[in-house]
């Protein structure tokens, strides 16, 4: 299910719209649910606690995996092709990061979150940079021609990197529900924009996990460059798994009403000990863990899509135009979930 190279300047526009309809529906809830329950207490507030409940599973399943084998992925997948490290080094490495990370958001989470923030600031800069570079260079190319079918499936493809978009709603009971959703459509604004931006260049560099290095190779950049935005990518990686971290945090909080240090220590428990257990066989892990993990993520976000008309009927009267944005979001999550099954087979 991935996305042809030379469709990805088209395939961004198409995955903006197809966007659409979840986005919304996040935002919607976002604006009158704020809770640190996030997706679990959007859910709850159109279905029931039940409902609730059963989101706070799917996505805790999810996470829970996603946090162990990132770790993986970014030890045995890509710093090996940035640096030469030994495997020795590389084994420590898979249990010292989540350890570190762990300790880094129990003993200084605001911190954190600050850090969060300058990386994602060097990550614009550095989009934007190359983004110059390789259109001074190359220009914008003339989009191929491309079946309506392969558009919409790119599209969705490209709109699945966005899903991370809704960890931001587990900082609802911190962040004023005014606020939330115009958090959210911005950061899908930005997000989508410097994808359009560096699309056209990263579609001429070869297909690999870390395609900004590919590219600065590319362009005949030094070798410097293509390391210092590698370990700058393995950085937002990490980033991620903190945001996911927290998110889960205020998830276990919120569910099983632990207390904010004691939840914290619980999801540290649970991530070290599953890369401990990586070990065993980091690639086998990776590829037994990595499927699980996207079906209960897409499965997850059915719950919040389906009840949506019931929310909007708690609220005014229901119109077919509710209907019909709930049914678009559902078949987005159904795509991704036939996707992520497709990879069990």
């Known amino acids: 299910m991935g996305v042809p190279p030379a469709d990805l300047p088209l395939a ?13 529906i996040w935002c919607r809830y976002a604006g009158s649910v704020a809770s640190a329950g996030g997706l679990s207490a959007f859910a709850a507030s159109a279905g029931g606690p039940r409902l609730g409940r059963l989101q706070a599973a799917l996505w805790t399943v999810s996470y829970l995996l996603y946090l162990p084998y990132t770790i993986t ?3 045995y997948y890509l710093l090996p092709a940035l640096l030469p490290v030994p495997p020795s080094a590389l084994a420590a490495l898979e249990v010292a990061l989540p350890v570190a990370l762990s300790l ?13 923030a300058v990386s994602a600031a060097l990550q614009v800069a550095a989009v934007l940079a190359l983004a110059a570079l390789g259109l001074a260079r190359a220009g914008w190319p003339a989009p191929p021609p491309v079946a309506l079918t392969a558009q919409l499936a790119g599209g969705a493809q490209v709109s699945f990197f966005f899903i991370c978009l809704s960890l931001v709603v587990y900082l609802g009971g911190e962040v004023s529900p005014h606020a939330m959703p115009r958090i959210l459509a911005g950061a899908a604004a930005l997000v989508l924009a410097l994808t359009l931006l560096v699309s056209p260049v990263v579609a001429r560099a070869p297909a690999t996990g870390l395609p900004g290095v590919s590219l600065v190779r590319a362009l005949g950049l030094p070798a410097a460059a293509a390391t210092g935005l ?18 889960l945090v205020r998830l276990a909080g919120h569910t099983l009403g632990l207390a904010r240090p004691r939840a914290a220590a619980l999801i540290a428990g649970l991530f070290v000990v599953g890369d401990a257990v990586s070990l065993l066989g980091p690639q086998a892990f990776y590829r037994l863990t990595l499927a699980p993990s996207l079906v209960a993520l897409y499965a997850a976000q059915l719950p919040v899509f389906a009840a949506y008309p019931f929310f909007v009927r708690t609220r005014r009267r229901v119109r077919i135009t509710d209907f019909l944005i709930a049914a678009a979001a559902c078949l987005w999550a159904l795509y991704g979930l036939y996707g992520a099954v497709s990879r069990l087979a």
């Not at 961004?12 to 919304?24: H, K, N, R």
């Not at 393995?234 to 945001?243: K, T």
């Open 73 to 75: 992925y970014i030890v």
């Open 230 to 247: 590698g370990l700058l990518t393995l950085v937002s990686i990490g980033g991620l798994i903190a945001a996911e971290f927290i998110a």
């Open 104 to 116: 880094a958001i129990l003993r200084a989470e605001r911190g954190v979150l600050q850090g969060l």
């Open 12 to 24: 961004t526009l198409v995955g903006g719209l197809v966007l659409a309809a979840p986005l919304f």
